[in-house]
């Protein structure tokens, strides 16, 4: 518990920190000098606090879907984008801006988790009708599945002369959130709310669906309520702000390896986990190339992809 | 009392059970024994509704299991499969508190804080209660389900083949931990079992199985005997009185 507020004031200091760095001048005197109508405030509002709170949001909620989809999945090494979840988002995006240009974004959002739904649905089909022993063979397959899903999308992006949005939308960038461009993010922090209150049953899911059952629950109503959660969580990310890879899978994994599996107790710490590492990737990724910005999926591809490798070395070290 | 009726499961031609209808008294140890293939497996898994059956039914103190709501059957009837893979990490605690679910749905009162102190105590675990399961030697996590199982508290407990991983001492302490729950508790104990001399020791009645059917059952005392155990295990086995308990010779 105490660590766990350890963790909260880390989260809070690196949300301060990201609301000071940028070009524009917003320092506390300058905002204390000038009036609101002027610059610093103006900025802080309408840039800085939707940009650090965007972060937080998709970081946080990110890593829930991650740790919900371990869970019910019952493989470590699964995560919206290591299971075909975020392409199928992706090529739901795509196809209803082809065919209803004028929606809200709040319908192509709905659109968009559902063919991710219907993505995410197909790799467990997949995965049912090929049992896999091994635990690194499942995520493989789900990033092949991925693969094919993207290869669709960008077919079709390509035909219609979409291929730079497509592009711009899939790799996740915080520069682009102002107010009002980032508001369907607060969905993400309703769908880890809702992870928190069925943490129970997430965490019987996981040790399998025969205890699932020995204990009442009902196993496919867990997983679908898990997948729900799952597909939303990709799609309202991916439409915001872009596709974060392995955000969802190393945040759980830390987190597991620090105080195990039952959700109860993880679901804070994976939440808390995902804002703060987004944080610090996106301060890092703003300063390095100071005054240019290097993309958050760039920064957290690399960072994540190496804590990712230590990972799969660790398992296949245990497993030996 | 369990009562099974023209339970069948195929998969493709042949049936694993076939017209299985079975009464199984309350109270005491029962133990469904056979050679491998039997069937006794899939049985238990559909009397315990984690598959489904392809033809008949099951009741469970006249509950029908196929049509009773999973949590109220939670609170009657419990299972543990013979192999558990658990890919979550949970400390023993952790795991033997889930056995509480059914009654508290996560919000555990005092009274199942003592239910699963209990538990614990009963298996022996008090040292290992925050470790994790993948921490465990495979005869201590066995003993961590059985204690879920049991802080589950249900009339009913069914065990496919509790004795796996564990060594004779264990084996030994697991089966007269069963007895005890038996007597002591009340407890109905249906086990699937292969060592003969745990059944003929500990049972209280003994259900023989072969290709999917039922061919004998009856009180330990008329089980053991080498020309039935014969007759189910197609081989030669002698039984001998040791102590006034009958113990099956068949190594060669």
Redesign the interface.
């Known amino acids: 518990m105490r660590w766990l507020g350890l963790a909260i004031v880390v989260t809070i200091v690196l949300a301060i920190i990201s609301l000071f760095v940028g070009v524009s001048d917003v320092s506390l005197g300058a905002l204390l000098s000038s009036s609101p109508e002027d610059r610093p405030m103006q900025v802080l509002l309408i840039s800085r606090i939707p940009r650090t709170l965007a972060i937080i949001l998709s970081g946080a909620s990110m890593a829930i879907a991650g740790l919900v989809m371990q869970m019910v999945v019952r493989n470590r090494f699964v995560e919206p984008s290591t299971a075909g979840t975020t392409e199928s988002a992706s090529l739901g995006f795509l196809v209803i801006t082809l065919l209803a240009p004028g929606w809200p974004l709040m319908g192509k959002m709905l659109v968009s988790a559902l063919f991710a739904l219907a993505g995410t649905a197909l790799f467990l089909r997949i995965l049912r009708a090929v049992p896999l022993r091994d635990v690194l063979l499942v995520p493989l397959v789900g990033i092949m599945l991925g693969g094919i899903i993207g290869a669709v999308t960008a077919v079709i992006a390509y035909r219609y002369g979409l291929m730079a949005s497509l592009l711009a939308w899939s790799m996740g960038d915080f520069s682009g959130i102002l107010r009002g461009r980032y508001e369907l993010l607060w969905i993400g922090l309703a769908c880890c709310i809702l992870a928190y209150i069925a943490a129970d049953r997430f965490t019987v899911a996981g040790m399998g669906k025969d205890f699932t059952t020995n204990l009442g629950l009902n196993y496919q109503r867990v997983m679908v309520l898990g997948l729900v959660i799952v597909s939303l969580v990709s799609a309202v990310v991916l439409v915001s702000v872009g596709s974060i890879p392995f955000l969802g899978l190393i945040v759980p994994n830390l987190v597991s390896l620090m105080v195990g599996d039952n959700m109860r107790r993880t679901v804070p710490w994976v939440a808390l986990g995902g804002a703060g590492f987004v944080l610090a990737c996106d301060i890092v990724g703003r300063i390095v190339r100071y005054p240019y910005e290097i993309p958050i999926s760039v920064v957290v591809g690399v960072l994540g992809s190496m804590i990712f490798l230590f990972l799969l070395l660790r398992t296949r070290r245990h497993a030996a | 009392m369990i009562v099974t009726s023209e339970v069948t499961k195929s998969y493709g031609a042949t049936a694993v059970v076939d017209g299985v209808s079975l009464t199984l008294p309350s109270g005491g140890i029962t133990s469904i024994i056979g050679p491998n293939g039997a069937g006794k497996s899939t049985l238990l898994s559909m009397v ?3 598959m489904a059956m392809d033809k008949g039914s099951v009741t469970v103190d006249g509950l029908d299991v196929t049509s009773t ?7 009657r009837l ?4 013979q192999e ?8 023993v605690r ?2 033997v508190s ?2 509480r ?2 009654y508290t ?2 919000r555990l009162t005092l009274d199942d804080k003592r239910h699963i102190d209990e538990a614990i105590t009963y298996l022996n675990l008090t040292e290992l209660t925050d470790r ?1 399961l993948d921490e465990l030697s495979g005869g201590q996590r066995q003993r961590a389900f059985v204690a879920m ?1 049991l802080c ?1 508290d249900t009339d009913y407990v069914l065990l496919d083949e509790p004795l796996n991983n564990l060594d004779m001492k264990h084996a030994m302490g697991m089966m007269r931990l069963l007895r005890k729950a038996a007597n002591e508790l009340g407890k109905t104990v249906v086990l699937v079992l292969h060592d003969i001399n745990f059944a003929s020791w500990y049972s209280d009645y003994i259900v023989a199985m072969k290709q999917g059917r039922v061919v004998n059952q009856g009180p330990a005392a008329h089980m053991i005997d080498p020309a039935v155990l014969s007759d189910i295990y197609d081989m030669e086995i002698k039984v001998h009185e040791i102590g006034g308990q009958r113990i099956s010779v068949y190594y060669e």
């Open positions: 315990s509704r984690l709501p999973s949590d109220v059957l939670a609170r419990s299972i543990l499969r558990n893979h658990m890919t979550a990490r949970l400390t952790d795991l889930f056995g679910y059914p749905k996560g994790f199982v589950q």
